[in-house]
């Protein structure tokens, strides 16, 4: 009954022509008085406005006056107003409601973050702050005045006057009430200025906590670059005379794109060398970028429905994937996309919670923020610049915003602008968008010398394993690309873009004289599972040869992956990665953060999702032996140069997060993780005690722990920063994530009982059972208690913040593959909680779709 559908669309049947906003912040009594001037599509339907059940109604009126009470109906969601009481021309609608921010423990409408105001609407929040049209298609300009006893006053768009107490704020692009945001606070700022290139002056402001300061320039800095980049690579030009970013500690997700007044989780805006690592830098400029890139990417054109979020989503992380590949290595950003994908999206497709690109139906919007939205809705789009070329992206991205910019659009706007841009039909290409689970391309070779001077056939067969409430699947476009390797190691084939549309379907390279070897997906050209039947001497070879960077590094992946999954079911292997990985360690032709990536072993996580895809049930216990055999013998075989990558990557001189020197820790700390296996962690106990950043000592805290030595430098770190929010969130968590698997819960429950587990801190909460999710064979401890601490935890968190418990059961997505006795007790946990009384819609969503 509370399933919405896409297919029931009905556009709103009034126009919304500018929106008022009165506010008087108090924490617990907040008045509100909303003026909307409005004008009826359709003067035969009642106006039903939302509203949340704690938002208190003091006065309506319309066109100044108070309508019949017997035309006004109030229900725990909605504000219906009859037809009968409204003007047949353009009216004008005020109300005045009374909220309570000091008890909005959900972080959804307006909060408290330590005293400060702040606000968050996406996707359906407004409601929680006056009776609205909260839905993305209804898009206004807004004017509001916020009054308040805090020293800075923000909203949206430009300030129109600041003073005493009040502050005016006018927004002259028209928006969608997810993209509104109040902050009302003692807050200090990092300020620069940006001009355009058509010469419009920007001030920017990065507000803080005092105190923050030093540690909010980074971020600066990754706006500025953000804001240039969108203006060379998409000719997209910011629009509006300042732009805000504000750190919350309080905060659901990692940030906000709300026009002219992004709200992030202060994790993502403060980093100091010792405080933050260097992935922590590389995050925090990603996704400033991605906030900002929003600006034309979701508030400019936004979503008709959120039915449409990939819209947004999926084009936004596509620019912000691009624009750190510019940044920073192209190839081992490529690669960490790839691995994220594998290891959250395919995880998502393989299992109950499994869902299209574009969602058809959802009882709760806020389970659909999810690595298939995002990421595999970045994939479809780089699919479909691969298909169409780059001028033909060009060409419909220019195309897109000079049709649909300050409108609300669809994905068939989206792809029309593809047809009419390239005069491609993308009819069958519609099906990434529609059709949910991960294809599985077989590639088979045949080799006939005798034919046109040596003639490569490979044949590619798709199919893709049915998901919830999606049986049939037919076959998709899907880009190939292909290069072929001559025996000597030379390219004779440059990369070709396969272009496969059909169930079944082959392609010939002529003229090749001798056999090549096959260098396949190149560039991971489509999210789909490759399977080919390749022995591990062809995979050494790719390793040593490919000349395409991912294809290279796949090929050493799956050398390791054979080896893992023989090792886990106890057949003896590893020999033939043990040695290739140990020539590309020592090729100094090759950057070091690729090198790096070589040498990272699959995760837990990974090697138990490729196992459940050929249909083998993965045993958490052996996969984690598997795993620390493997690693002890490449350090053994390898100690020396380990060794001396470990002394040869260090980087000397101040600490400077800048792609080079990340990349060359990143090589050094590979090394390290491997030498810790051997060296009973001395290395790590001497970089704990001497590296001055927090990428290194992290890293050797992580070892520390693994060798069962990790409490001397716990407690160190807790003493020197137990003030500093951010750094305990880490020391929870990572004692977590890196203990036994046998001690992981048990550990978990115990931190959990401290007084400083904050809980109903979103970071806080996310870094302890976040912690243990990522703990794979711990969490999959096969008496359950992994299980129930999970559960526990997520029921007594359902009860104040819903929307973070239904995010974190997640961690329970993959119960189905695994052994009788582990889904007899994950089965159990999850229909506690379905049981749970008061369980909210978010959380019940998730776990009966995980039941089901
Ligand atoms: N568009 C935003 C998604 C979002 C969100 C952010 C913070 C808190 C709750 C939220 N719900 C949805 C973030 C983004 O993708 O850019
Ligand atoms: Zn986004």
């Known amino acids: 009954p509370d399933t919405r559908y896409l297919a029931d669309y009905q556009p709103f049947p009034f126009i919304l022509e500018e929106t008022r906003l009165d506010f008087d912040l108090a924490p617990d009594a907040t008045r509100v008085r ?77 909060y408290l973050s330590g005293g400060m105001f702040c606000t968050q609407c996406e996707a359906e929040g407004f409601r929680h702050i006056t009776f609205y049209p909260d839905r993305p298609d209804v898009m206004a300009p807004f004017r509001v005045t916020i009054r308040s006893e805090k020293p800075i006053l923000l909203s949206n768009g430009n300030p129109v006057s600041v003073g005493d107490g009040v502050a005016e704020w006018h927004d002259p692009w028209p928006k969608p009430a997810y993209l509104f945001a109040l902050v009302a606070g003692d807050l200090v700022a990092v300020r620069d200025v940006f001009t355009t290139r058509s010469g419009r002056r920007v001030d920017l402001n990065v507000w803080v906590r005092p105190g923050d300061q030093d540690r909010a320039g980074f971020a600066m800095e990754s706006l500025i670059k953000s804001m240039k980049w969108d203006e060379d690579v998409y000719g997209r030009e910011y629009d509006l005379d300042v732009f805000n970013i504000v750190a919350v500690d309080d905060f659901n997700m990692g940030a906000m794109e709300n026009k002219g007044l992004n709200i992030f989780n202060s994790k993502l805006v403060l980093a100091s060398p010792e405080t933050a690592t260097d992935a922590d830098y590389e995050r925090i400029e990603s996704v400033i970028a991605h906030e900002y890139f929003h600006n034309w990417t979701g508030n400019r054109i936004t979503c008709r429905d959120w039915f449409q979020l990939c819209l947004k989503e999926g084009l936004t992380v596509f620019r912000d994937q691009q624009f750190t590949s510019d940044m920073r290595s192209a190839p081992v950003k490529r690669i960490e996309d790839v691995r994220a994908l594998r290891a959250r999206q395919f995880r998502e497709d393989q299992g109950p919670l499994a869902h299209p ?34 001028d033909g992206y060009a060409r419909a991205l ?91 190691g030379d390219e004779v084939q440059a990369t070709r873009m396969l272009e496969m549309t059909e169930a079944q379907q082959s392609f010939s390279f002529d003229g090749l004289g001798a056999r090549p070897v096959v260098s396949a997906l190149r560039g991971f050209s489509a999210p789909v599972v490759l399977d080919r039947n390749i022995d591990d001497a062809t995979r050494a070879f790719l390793l040593a040869h490919d000349t395409d960077p991912f294809a290279r590094w796949e090929a050493g992946r799956d050398l390791a992956m054979s080896a893992l999954i023989s090792l886990s079911q106890g057949q003896a292997a590893g020999a033939d990665y043990i040695d290739a990985i140990g020539r590309l360690a020592a090729d100094d032709g090759a950057d070091p953060a690729f090198r790096a990536l070589c040498l990272m072993l699959p995760g837990d996580e990974e090697i138990a999702t490729r ?67 051997i060296d009973r962690g001395d290395r790590a106990e001497v970089l704990f005690g001497t590296a001055g950043n ?61 007084n400083d587990f904050d809980w109903k801190n979103p970071n806080r909460f996310r870094a302890l059972l976040g912690g243990l999710a990522g703990n794979h064979a711990g969490f999959h401890a096969a008496d359950g208690s992994g299980y129930d601490f999970t559960a526990d935890w997520l029921m007594r968190m359902d009860k104040v913040n819903p929307q ?35 369980i909210s819609r978010n959380l019940r969503e998730m776990v009966s779709r995980m039941i089901a």
């Not at 009470?69 to 409204?86: C, S």
């Not at 000592?697 to 069962?708: D, E, F, Q, S």
């Not at 973070?804 to 593959?817: C, L, Q, V, Y």
């Open 694 to 754: 927090m990428t290194e000592r992290m890293a050797a805290l992580i070892c520390l722990i693994r060798r069962g030595r990790g409490q001397a430098a716990l407690e160190a770190l807790h003493d020197q920063f137990d003030d500093n929010r951010l750094v305990m969130d880490k020391w929870f968590s990572v004692q977590v994530m890196a203990a036994d698997p046998a001690q992981a819960s048990g550990i978990a429950q115990r931190l959990a009982a401290r």
């Open 611 to 677: 196992l459940a895809a050929e249909g083998v049930t993965p045993d958490p216990d052996a996969i984690h032996s598997a795993r620390d055999d493997l690693a002890r013998r490449v350090a053994d075989a390898h100690a020396d140069l380990l060794s001396d990558l470990y002394d040869s990557m260090a980087v000397s001189g101040a600490y400077s997060p800048d792609a080079r020197s990340a990349e060359r820790r990143s090589l050094r700390i590979a090394a390290l993780g491997l030498l810790n296996r």
């Open 398 to 488: 220019d195309l897109y915003f000079e049709r649909h910019d300050g409108e609300a659009a669809t994905i068939e706007d989206w792809l029309k602008v593809f047809e009419d841009a390239t005069g491609r039909d993308l009819t069958q290409f519609k099906r990434w968008y529609t059709d949910a689970g991960t294809p599985h391309l077989t590639m088979a070779e045949d080799w006939d010398e005798a034919a046109s001077g040596g003639q490569l056939t490979l044949t590619f067969s798709q199919r893709t394993p049915p998901t919830p409430g999606q049986d049939d699947k037919p076959p998709r476009v899907i880009p190939v690309a292909v290069g072929l390797i001559g025996p000597n």
């Open 804 to 838: 973070i418990a239904a995010r974190m059961s997640t961690a329970f997505e993959t119960w189905p593959r695994y052994d009788a006795e582990r889904r007899e007790n994950a089965r159990a946990a999850l229909q506690r909680m379905a049981a749970m009384d008061g």
């Open 357 to 390: 690109v574009r969602p058809d139906n959802y009882q709760e919007i806020n389970n659909f923020y999810t690595a298939t939205v995002y990421e595999k809705g970045a994939e479809v789009i780089g699919m479909l610049k691969r298909l169409v070329g780059d």
């Open 34 to 110: 909303a003026n909307l001037k409005m004008r009826p599509r359709d003067a035969t339907k009642d106006l039903v406005l939302d509203g949340g059940s704690a938002v208190e109604l003091l006065s309506l009126h319309i066109d100044g006056k108070v309508p019949d009470p017997a035309l006004v109906a109030r229900d725990d969601e909605t504000l219906t107003i009859a037809a009968a009481a409204l003007p047949d021309a353009p009216f004008s609608l005020t109300t005045e409601v009374r909220i309570d921010p000091s008890s909005n423990t959900a972080f959804e409408g307006l």
